[in-house]
């Protein structure tokens, strides 16, 4: 499965835009880029997801790169709520385990009142 | 609606004992997977089910970790003979189809074990 690298963690204060970016080099044609947030003592949550172009939905802004390799999530104002691991993932493609996520570590978004 | 519900919401064994943990996914979803996530730590695969066909049991940790699944139902994860490492968290997502890499998975709240 391609690999993903995030930074351990980020800060944020309340109210600004917040930009987390993720390299995803060994990244395939047919790989989509997922986003997925866990909030504290909760099961990971679904936020955005891409291929090529930039995605907007209610939750977030997903930029991609125009080589692929590498992707940027955009909260565009950060509330306390938002506060989470951030997790970039490639879901397995092909073969076995269609959708298969494999978790990182994820970035340690915290949001400053 | 409904969500993918699991239960029970805490379960507290002691070693040795054998555990079993439901996963009820979201209606028509056909994929079904388990993740277990130590404190801490991030989300391991342990298992997915599709539809009928065999499932991948390419993450289960030991022999005493088994899944099973009826049809495109409820789902039990049974841990037997539980050791002090098998304390997690243990996660169910579905999803509508999992033959491609753009559905999003949809996850319970997770059944916390601990083993004393």
């Known amino acids: 499965d391609a690999k993903t690298t995030q930074p351990n963690s980020m800060e944020s204060n309340e109210e600004e835009p917040v930009h987390l970016p993720c390299n995803h080099s060994t990244i395939s044609g047919t790989d989509y880029i997922h986003w997925y947030r866990q909030l504290p003592s909760q099961g990971p949550e679904y936020v955005i997801h891409g291929l090529t172009s930039n995605v907007n939905n209610r939750m977030a802004s997903l930029a991609i790169a125009e080589d692929r390799k590498s992707s940027t999530l955009i909260l565009h104002r950060a509330t306390l709520r938002d506060a989470a691991v951030y997790y970039c993932?490639?879901?397995?493609?092909?073969?076995?385990?269609?959708?298969?996520?494999?978790f990182g570590q994820g970035t340690i978004l915290t949001v400053h009142p | 609606g409904a969500g993918v519900s699991q239960s029970p919401s805490n379960k507290v064994t002691e070693k040795g004992k054998d555990v079993e943990l439901r996963c009820d996914p979201i209606?028509?979803?056909?994929?079904l997977y388990w993740y277990r996530q130590r404190l801490g730590q991030g989300l391991e695969f342990l298992i997915y089910f599709q539809g009928n066909s065999a499932p991948d049991k390419s993450g289960l940790p030991s022999d005493r970790f088994s899944a099973e699944r009826t049809g495109e139902s409820v789902s039990t994860l049974t841990i037997q003979r539980t050791q002090q490492e098998d304390s997690a968290v243990y996660l169910c997502a579905s999803n509508r189809r999992g033959t491609s890499g753009n559905n999003e998975q949809f996850f319970g709240p997770g059944t916390r074990l601990t083993v004393l």
């Open positions: 209606s028509g979803h056909t994929a």
């Open positions: 993932i490639l879901p397995k493609a092909g073969g076995t385990s269609y959708g298969k996520l494999t």
